[in-house]
Nanobody, 116 residues
């Protein structure tokens, strides 16, 4: 059974950095696409970064220049490197990974809190 386990969240001060990981297990299929979402109570879910095809990357304007999305197919893991974090980045972050089986799977979410 395919399972996605997220890790790397936590609490940091403004200007700090975190790297979120999303590890895929239980699948023989390679990672094809990646999406990182975040959600805060009172706000709708926001797509912050994506690998929609090949090595192409895209970012929300709010995180562009600060966040970097990547994947490591050898480790079956995707990452979201977050630098220069701001209080507005506080949210629960979710990975969504599409495999070459053409099925998508969600991570359980990890909390990121940015405050002084």
């Amino acid at each position: 059974q395919v399972r996605l386990v997220e890790s790397g969240g936590g609490s940091v001060q403004p200007g700090g950095s975190l790297r979120l990981s999303c590890a895929v297990s239980g699948s023989i299929f390679r990672i094809r696409t990646v999406d990182w979402y975040r959600q805060t109570p009172g706000k709708e879910r926001e797509l912050v970064a994506a690998i929609p095809l090949g090595t192409t990357t895209s970012y929300a304007d709010s995180v562009k220049g600060r966040f970097t999305i990547s994947r490591d197919n050898d480790k079956n893991t995707v990452y979201l490197q977050m630098n220069s974090l701001e209080p507005e980045d506080t949210a629960v972050y979710y990975c969504n990974v599409g495999l070459s089986s053409m099925r998508n799977y969600w991570g359980q979410g990890t909390q990121v809190t940015v405050s002084s």
